[in-house]
């Protein structure tokens, strides 16, 4: 199986202060937006980062055509600036039963863990780095928000980099692990299977097209051992 965790949320919680920041420090850096003036109703859980500068750029009345012809400007300076914010230590943030979980995952053979974010890569690779988790997770393997603005496009991305011989990895043994309705979006516009953990902003209840809807990694877990013994 290849199993594609989301971060904000499902592995980590409260670890997005300086990610929000470095953000906002680039799109003042590259554009002269003060990120704090707009777009503040704008909900960010399960948006890549490049969707959520678009949306404050745009509000802010920068065109479309200089969002993009900049876009690599500011994911470049937004990693910058989150390698001087990020605190040294993220540990405090990691959900509880994550690092037992990844520690059994690790063990099987059969899985093949990977990352699918919204965070641009560097972002996400300190993050977890911080949090003492991110060994659990190969470099070459995952789907990240300087992959694709569109988070649709990422398991498609992510099962590419861990196939083999040129072919994607199977749909049916790839399943996406979130916590937010965007990544069930994401994983329905690949065909591939969600299983929701209720750890983030969303309850139960607006989890519920996912295929399994779990309220911790204990639950995940449990789920995870039916998947591996069939």
């Known amino acids: 199986m290849l199993l594609l965790f989301d971060i904000d949320g ?3 919680a409260g ?3 300086a990610h929000r920041d470095a953000l906002h420090a680039a799109l003042w850096d590259v554009h002269r937006v003060d990120a704090r003036t707009v777009g503040p109703t704008l909900s960010r859980a399960g948006r890549t980062d490049g969707e959520i500068a678009r949306a404050i750029l745009l509000d802010a009345g920068v065109s479309a055509q200089r969002i993009d012809d900049r876009a690599d400007e500011v994911r470049e300076a937004c990693c910058r600036a989150y390698a001087q914010l990020c ?3 993220l540990s405090d943030t990691v ?3 994550i690092p037992a979980l990844l520690a059994w995952l690790d063990e099987s053979p059969e899985i093949t863990l990977g990352l699918l974010t919204g ?3 560097p972002v996400a690779r300190l993050k977890l780095s911080r949090a003492g988790i991110g060994q659990h997770f190969p470099a070459d393997q995952g789907a990240f928000g300087s992959d694709a603005e569109d988070r649709a496009a990422l398991p498609a991305i992510a099962r590419r980099r861990a196939g083999a011989l040129g072919t994607p990895y199977a749909r049916t043994r790839t399943v996406v692990i979130g916590d937010t309705p965007r990544d069930i979006a994401c994983a329905r516009a690949d065909g591939v299977r969600c299983f929701a953990v209720a750890t983030g902003p969303f309850p139960v209840a607006d989890l519920a097209s996912a295929d399994r809807v779990l309220s911790d990694a204990e639950g995940l877990r449990a789920v995870l051992s039916e ?3 069939r």
């Open 15 to 17: 670890a997005t202060d």
């Open 95 to 97: 959900l509880p039963g």
């Open 119 to 121: 965070n641009y890569e």
């Open 10 to 12: 499902t592995l980590v």
């Open 227 to 229: 998947e591996l013994a």
């Open 87 to 89: 605190p040294p230590d």
